[in-house]
């Protein structure tokens, strides 16, 4: 299985200031067809997961546009320009390159 | 709007077997896209149990593939999953998800349900 590790598990961040959250795979997520399906996914608490990024760096409908993805290969970057309090949360990575698909353990965003 | 509702029930005694439905509505299940299972035990991170098209071709995790059965119901626009010989470990929140199709992620999830394995 691909292990996806993230980094920090968690990150107290002042309302208005950016966060970053890494995510790295221990093996490249560029599939076959050239493409990366590397996401993220958002989950406020007592609510289900909600798709912000997919392949990258595609910002889902509705998301903000304060959210962004970058990387390639084996790292990731979700970036958060200006936190908002609706931010707070856990954001997992995901990759579906290779079966079976796996996520990240989350890092939780808070205000500080 | 594309809408996923899990039922089942949400009490089951250990070496039983447990037993989900999702129903779909605002996309049709035969549409181009597949359906996922994706469990969350309490306080803890995401596992993806399975996938299933409509037209029956399923992928399991191969963690969970010995005790995991997947179905999809054309004419209820449904699709299930049982999970047998559970014990204390499977107790989590249970999720059905659409896997976006060419995306390689889950767009829309259902609001999940728990289930607690438990005498």
């Known amino acids: 299985d691909i292990v996806m590790t993230q980094t920090p598990l968690s990150s107290p961040v002042t309302l208005g200031q950016p966060a970053s959250i890494s995510c790295r795979s221990s093996?490249?997520?560029?599939?076959?067809?050239?493409?990366?399906?590397l996401s993220w996914l958002q989950q406020r608490p007592g609510q289900p997961p909600r798709l912000l990024i997919y392949?990258?760096?595609n910002r889902f409908s509705g998301v903000p546009d304060r959210f962004s993805g970058s990387g390639a290969g084996t790292d990731f970057t979700l970036k958060i320009n200006r936190v908002e309090a609706e931010d707070v949360g856990v954001y997992y990575c995901?990759?579906?390159?290779?079966?079976?698909?796996?996520f990240g353990q989350g890092t939780k965003v808070e205000i500080k | 709007q594309v809408q996923l509702q899990e039922s089942g029930p949400g009490l089951v005694k250990p070496s039983g077997t447990l037993a989900l439905t999702c129903a779909v509505s605002?996309?049709?299940?035969?549409?181009?896209?597949?359906w996922s299972w994706v469990r969350q035990a309490p306080g803890k991170g995401l596992e993806w149990i399975g996938e299933?098209?409509?037209?029956?071709?399923?992928t399991y995790n191969p963690s969970l593939k010995s005790r995991v059965t997947m179905s999809v119901d054309t004419t209820k626009n449904q699709f299930s999953l049982k999970l047998t010989s559970v014990t204390a470990a499977d107790t989590a929140v249970y999720y059905c998800?659409?896997?976006?199709?060419?995306?390689?992620?889950?767009?829309?999830w259902g609001q999940g349900t728990l289930v607690t394995v438990s005498s």
């Open positions: 605002g996309d049709s299940i035969s549409s181009r896209n597949w």
């Open positions: 299933i098209y409509h037209s029956g071709s399923i």
């Open positions: 995901m990759q579906a390159t290779q079966f079976p698909w796996t």
């Open positions: 392949k990258i760096s």
């Open positions: 998800a659409r896997s976006m199709i060419a995306a390689g992620t889950f767009d829309y």
């Open positions: 093996q490249s997520l560029v599939h076959s067809d050239g493409n990366t399906y």
